[in-house]
C-alpha cells in the first residue's frame, strides 16, 4: 500500500461567528409547523416576530429565527394544502411541563396552539389550522 504526503491546513474560524454557530444548535426550542389550508385557495401566510412560547411558569421564550415562511409585514401567498416551516425560539424555562405558541397581533387569523407538552428534545411538530 502506497503512502500518500498529507498536508495539513489550519483554519481560523471567526469568534464570532463560532458563538453563533453554537447558539443556533444550542439553548433553543424548534418547533415545526404545517399550516393547513383546507380549501386550498390561495392564501397569505406569515408569522409576526411577536410570536411566543407561553410557559406553564417561568418567561415567555421569544422567537428568533423563521424558516420556509416570511415575517411580517411580508406575506406568502400558497394555494398548497399544507404549508410547511420552521420557528426557533429561545430555550423554555427548566422547570416547564407545557407550553401555549401564540402570535401576539391586533388582527384576526393569529396563529396560536395551546397546551404543547414538553419533551426532553426540546423539538416540536404542530399542526395549525
Not at 415562511?69 to 399544507?82: D, G, L, R, S
Not at 420552521?86 to 395551546?114: D, H, Y
Request: charged letters at 20%; one cysteine or more; aromatic letters at 10%.
Amino acid at each position: 500500500m502506497m503512502a500518500y504526503p498529507t498536508k495539513v491546513t489550519e483554519v481560523n474560524i471567526d469568534e464570532a461567528l463560532k458563538a453563533s454557530l453554537q447558539q443556533s444548535t444550542e439553548g433553543v426550542t424548534i418547533v415545526h409547523c404545517t399550516y393547513i389550508n383546507f380549501y386550498q385557495e390561495t392564501v397569505g401566510v406569515r408569522i409576526w416576530q411577536e410570536t411566543v412560547l407561553e410557559p406553564d411558569n417561568g418567561e415567555d421564550a421569544k422567537l428568533l429565527h423563521a424558516i420556509g415562511i416570511t415575517v411580517a409585514p411580508e406575506w406568502m401567498f400558497t394555494n398548497k394544502y399544507h404549508v410547511k416551516f420552521t420557528l426557533i425560539f429561545e430555550r423554555l424555562p427548566s422547570q416547564c411541563k407545557w407550553f401555549n405558541m401564540v402570535e401576539r397581533i391586533s388582527e384576526q387569523g393569529a396563529f396560536t396552539v395551546m397546551g404543547i407538552q414538553r419533551n426532553e428534545s426540546d423539538v416540536y411538530r404542530i399542526d395549525i389550522q
